[in-house]
Nanobody, 116 residues
Framework: QAQLVESGGGSVLPGESLRLSCVAS?????????MYWYRQAPGKSRERVAY???????DYLQAVEGRFTISRDNTERTGRLQMNDLKVEDTATYYC?????????WGQGVQVIVSS
């Protein structure tokens, strides 16, 4: 059974950093999937935070540009989101997602809380 397991969430002060990871198992041809990170805060709609293609092209939500970095290791079948200079507005539940035509897999979600 294919699954994505997320880790790395937590509670931090503004300006601190966290690194989220997303480990895939039971999934062949990991390198063929697009990888996304989404987040959703209470009372707000879900938004796309970052994207990385099979070939390494990346795209970011403007609000996190320059602070977050998405990466992937196809050998380890792992995706990562490095979050630096965290702000209160980044507080949300974060989800990783792998997508290709006809297939769509989601992590369980991890909570990130940024407060002073």
């Amino acid at each position: 059974q294919a699954q994505l397991v997320e880790s790395g969430g937590g509670s931090v002060l503004p300006g601190e950093s966290l690194r989220l990871s997303c480990v895939a198992s039971g999934l062949s041809e990991f390198s063929l999937y697009r990888m996304y990170w989404y987040r959703q805060a209470p009372g707000k709609s879900r938004e796309r935070v970052a994207y990385i293609s099979s070939g390494g092209a990346v795209d970011y939500l403007q609000a996190v540009e320059g602070r977050f970095t998405i990466s992937r290791d196809n050998t380890e079948r792992t995706g990562r989101l490095q979050m630096n200079d965290l702000k209160v507005e980044d507080t949300a539940t974060y989800y990783c997602n792998l997508w290709r035509v006809g297939e769509d897999y989601w992590g369980q979600g991890v909570q990130v809380i940024v407060s002073s």
